[in-house]
């Protein structure tokens, strides 16, 4: 009975963030379809102007078609493994006071955004697939349909570790008074080392190995690497070990912030 109230809940949760988005139509297709296009459009043409810079037909060891195929995938994972919208929502309720009205109902802060958050990347994520296959198709570039499947859960397995970073962010303003200032540092910290700005491979050793165990490439370059052929699947078996560890370091730390400030915080506000 209790799983099932705790399913129901979430579920209920989820729903509600698919129903919120889904009601501004224009900005949900601008999210979902509009800036992907424009940001494969701009991936294409950055690799095709570096390789015909270069005057190189292989960097690192792949073709030009490899580097767009990883692109036009990095941009695809890139968007689903961010959170930087529920993570302002979270630190202004806290800001604000309205928080008051989340902490006395029986759900804890931490599912009720994660539950919206995964409920808004799963309907934003079945909409925007259809623009890497359709350009996939059209360009016929290389890549592995049937591994797929595997690649997204191991991202939305990786969102769960980003929620997780994004609720120590957030508990930070109950501390201080600007604490949405740590999530343009993280988000850039995290554009680095999850490998959408480049893949991780083409760093020099030790950074190559060190960036590629870490957590956070488990959220772009590792499922994109896959899916294009760059990695096989003994590092996705990795990259799910990896983000295990994260989770645990990450929640122990949400916790401990958590707890302090819910023994010091008065409840005032709106």
Request: with cysteine.
């Amino acid at each position: 009975m209790l799983y099932a109230n705790f399913w129901r809940r979430n579920l209920g949760f989820a729903k509600l963030a698919i129903a919120s988005n889904i009601e501004y139509r224009l900005n949900f297709l601008v999210d979902a379809l509009v800036q992907p296009c424009l940001s494969s459009v701009v991936e294409v043409v950055l690799w095709i102007s570096i390789f015909a810079g270069a005057g190189m037909t292989l960097i690192g060891g792949f073709p030009v078609e490899s580097y767009i195929s990883y692109a036009l995938w990095a941009t695809f994972m890139g968007r689903i493994s961010s959170s930087w919208m529920y993570e302002f929502r979270m630190i202004e309720e806290i800001d604000s006071g309205s928080i008051n009205s989340l902490i006395v109902r029986p759900m804890s802060f931490y599912e009720y955004y994660l539950s919206q958050l995964m409920g808004y990347k799963f309907i934003t994520t079945a909409v925007s697939l259809v623009v890497p296959l359709v350009l996939f198709q059209i360009f016929n570039l290389p890549f592995h349909l049937d591994r797929l499947p595997i690649c997204l859960i191991l991202v939305f397995y990786y969102l769960i570790l980003v929620h997780s970073l994004s609720f120590i962010v957030a508990s930070l303003a109950f501390y201080l008074n600007r604490a949405h200032s740590f999530t343009a540092a993280k988000n850039l910290g995290l554009w680095l080392l999850s490998g959408e700005l480049f893949p991780l491979d083409l760093l020099p050793e030790p950074f190559k190995t060190l960036f590629s165990y870490l957590p956070f490439s488990s959220g772009v370059y590792v499922p994109t690497a896959y899916i294009t052929g760059r990695i096989g699947q003994e590092a996705v078996i990795q990259g799910f070990i990896s983000v295990t560890g994260g989770l645990i370091v990450a929640n122990l730390i949400g916790w401990a912030l958590w707890k302090q400030a819910m023994k010091n915080y008065s409840g005032t506000g709106a």
